[in-house]
Structure formats: C-alpha cells, structure tokens
C-alpha cells in the first residue's frame, strides 16, 4: 500500500478546490483497478486545472499572457467543435509561454494524451481486445500529473513578483501595519504560491529591501520589509535553511541608517536569523543599535533571553534621558516578542518607566499615548508599577493632559480592582479627586497612524 499511500499524499496537496472534487474520480478508479477509466478522467482533469489556473491568472493578476492564451484556444475550440485538438494546444501554450511547465513537463503531458486516446478510443489490438493501461502506467501518470500540474499553484514566480510589487507599491498607505498587509498578501498571493516560488520571492525581494538604494527602492523599502517578515515568518526553517546555503549574500550590508534599520526591524520579527549572518554583519547591526533607542528597544535577537533584554532596557531607560519619542510600532513590535502573560507585565513595567524617566511635557505626552493603547496588559501590579513612578517627575504630573489621560487610568484600575488604594499615590490621588467634582467629558483615545519604516 506504500504506492497508494504516496498518491493519497499528493491529492492532498491540489490547490483547487474543484479540481480535488473531480480528482477523486481518478482516484477512485485507479484504487479499484479500473486503470483504463482512470487515464481517460486523468487527461479531462488535466486540461480542466490548466484552464482554471489560466483564468485565475487573468482575473487575480490581469496577465495578458493567460488571457491571450485562452483567448486562442476558445478561438480553435469553436473552430471545430468537434476536434479536441485544442486540448493539446493548450497545453504546448502554457509550455512555451508561461513558467507554469517546462519542455520535459510537456513531454510528459503529451504521453498522458497518448494514453487516454489509446483508453477512449474503440482501437483493437490483434486479439480484438480494447487496450488498458497497467497498474505501474496507470500509477504513473496520475502521479506525473499531479507533480507537474494539479498540486502546483495557480501562480509562477515572474508574474507574481511583477503582480506583488506593484501592488504593494499602489497601496502601501492602505496597508501601513504588518497586521494590515498580512491577511491580504496570504489570501491574494502566499496561499498561491509553492514553497520554491516563496523562496525566489524572498531572495529577489530581500535584495530590493537590504542592497538597493534608488529611488523607488526608497520609496518602497517600508511596505516591502513588511511583506518578507511575513512571508519569514510564515516559512521560517526554510528561510533558515537559505541563509545557511548563502550567507555572504544575506549577510551583505552597507553601514547606511536605511539598511541598517531596515534589517534590525526584520530581525526583530524574525530573531532565528540573526545567528546565521556573518560576524562582521552582526557587529555592524549591534554598532548601529546602540545609536537608536527605538532600535534598542526592539534589538532582543542578540542577547541570551527576552528577560535579559527586557533587564538591559530598564538599565538603559533609567541611566539615559529619554529626551525621544518613541512610534507606537517600535513598543508593538517588543511586546509581539513574546505572548507569555509573564512577559506582557514585564512590557506594561517597561513602557511605563519610559513614561517615568520622560525628560521634557512632549515627550511624556508621547509616551502615555503608547502606555495608553497597552491598558488591557496591564495588572495591578504594573499599574503600582507606574502611578509610584510618575509621583517622582514633575515632567509626568505637571503636563497639561495628565488630568484627563489619569482619569482613564483610574477607570481600568478600578475595573479591575474596586478597592484599590489610590492614597498611596498623593498626586495620583489629588488630580483624580479634583476631576470627579466636574461634569464628565467623554474622551476617546486617540490611535494615531503607525510610523516609520517598519
């Protein structure tokens, strides 16, 4: 049954869902030794997927290759309606103008057409009896056509890349979060692409991203380092396994801000590959970190442990001013580190200090915004955590918005704790205690556009 069993696993692989359905008959016949019926449906299924991989390169991608194949085929087809000449024409265009099957493919193909006539078609052997394919030909050819065609997807690495950047450069202020772009990027392009197309895709793209710099390079750098994490992210080990093959070419670098930041961000997603990059290139990314907070914060893919990193940062907050605003991806990106409640605590403490150790009213105003989108991270624990930090910097309490931006935090605080003690916390307790004895003023946190490269 190890025969069988391969073919099972294959048929699982189909990428259309219609062609499964029909699939299923072939299979049926060929495991119940009805092998001639089984190359005559093999060849209809055949030339069925091909049709329907053409037409959804036509309609997802506008490929006026595929539309011009069909075209010529529907033009032969209602030439004759009669002739299935068609059918092979068919498949010698998708041969010799799409990347879908090459030469040998096609050779392969043709012997399956050769097949099916010999199994359709009333011809008598010398022994008046109508031909039938063995079991051995049988098996091979439904699994030829399923490695050549039914399980490849509907897409070819050249078409796609041209269809993926013009999109993403065409609606990159749509999708300006990763979390925007990967549900659209899986559904429209991952979901139709083999494991080899993804890894051309990466390599091609990744060159555009950390080598290139020109204009529309530039221009595009954001949205397309958002697309390769995703795509990383959802093939890891084989990403892995590609810089392991040709590391000098992943690990190629210019000491330039724009790259520099570019492969921080992207290893902050994707840490397993920091490892695997040349020495020369992890020390200029560790150079180039010390001189960014924001990329400080992001930059765990180089130490032992999140905690060991989340430890260097309280260091780094508490001994540096922190005189910069940090972007609301920057701390997103930090806390997607890790999904552990455990290290969500030790994130809400961390972007509080932030708050706490504010040197200057716009940086702290900057700085509540984020710990505001956080609230629901937050325990008791690490609300104490930040009301008896902001006590002791009058750059915290003294800004004109703290009076409405504690007032929401004493909300949450007390949604989850009823008789929490806020007279631990004398200033806490006074603004909040003042702002109880006016008329209540629905606000609405404000999500301001997410910024920067990543």
């Not at 099957?101 to 008046?128: C, G, M, W």
């Not at 065609?149 to 749509?174: A, F, G, H, M, R």
């Not at 999708?175 to 559904?187: C, G, M, N």
């Not at 190629?252 to 492969?263: G, I, P, Q, V, W």
Request: proline share 3%; glycine share 2%; with cysteine.
């Amino acid at each position: 049954m190890k025969d069988e069993f391969s073919l099972e696993n294959l048929k699982q692989k189909i990428s259309s869902a219609n062609t499964a359905e029909y699939f299923e008959e072939v299979y049926s016949s060929y495991i119940h030794g009805n092998y001639r019926s089984a190359v005559v449906m093999l060849w209809s299924v055949v030339i069925l997927d091909l049709i329907q991989k053409l037409q959804t390169l036509e309609d997802a991608y506008g490929d006026p290759v595929a539309t011009n194949i069909l075209t010529s085929i529907n033009d032969l087809k209602n030439a004759n309606s009669k002739s299935s000449a068609w059918e092979l024409e068919l498949v010698k265009e998708v041969c010799e103008r799409t990347d879908l099957i090459d030469f040998n493919e096609f050779k392969t193909i043709e012997y399956l057409q050769q097949q099916r006539h010999l199994s359709a078609h009333p011809v008598l052997e010398q022994t008046t009896r109508l031909y039938v394919p063995n079991k051995d030909t049988a098996r091979a050819l439904i699994r030829n056509s399923l490695e050549i065609i039914l399980i490849k997807p509907p897409v070819y690495t050249k078409k796609i890349l041209s269809s993926l950047l013009t999109d993403l450069d065409e609606n990159q202020d749509i999708f300006a979060s990763i979390d925007q772009l990967k549900k659209y990027v899986k559904t429209k392009y991952l979901e139709r692409m083999s494991l080899e197309s993804k890894l051309k895709v990466f390599e091609v793209m990744w060159k555009l991203v950390m080598h290139l710099d020109d204009p529309d390079c530039n221009k595009n750098r954001g949205v397309n380092l958002r697309f390769i994490s995703i795509l990383a992210l959802e093939i890891t080990p084989s990403i892995e396994d590609q810089v392991r093959k040709r590391p000098s070419y992943y690990s190629k670098l210019k000491n330039d801000s724009k790259f520099t930041m570019a492969l921080t961000i992207f290893l902050s997603r994707v840490p397993s590959i920091y490892k695997l990059l040349e020495t020369s290139t992890q020390l200029i990314i560790d150079k180039s970190i010390e001189e960014s907070i924001s990329l400080q914060i992001i930059s765990y893919f180089n130490k032992s442990s999140l905690e060991e990193h989340y430890d260097n940062l309280d260091t780094l907050i508490r001994t540096k001013n922190q005189s910069h605003s940090v972007p609301h991806t920057i701390w997103k990106m930090l806390l997607d580190a890790s999904d552990s409640v455990e290290m969500e605590e030790r994130f809400a403490c961390t972007i509080s200090l932030y708050y706490n150790e504010s040197i200057n009213f716009d940086v702290a105003d900057n700085a509540f915004g984020n710990v505001l989108k956080y609230l629901d991270k937050f325990s008791i624990k690490a609300f104490e955590y930040l009301l008896g930090g902001a006590e002791e910097n009058s750059q915290t309490y003294r800004r004109s918005k703290a009076t409405e931006d504690y007032n929401k935090i004493k909300e949450k605080i007390l949604a989850l704790e009823k008789d929490f003690d806020f007279s631990r916390y004398n200033r806490f307790n006074k603004m909040t205690a003042k702002a109880e004895t006016k008329p209540k003023v629905e606000t609405e946190i404000k999500v301001e556009p997410e910024e920067g490269i990543a």
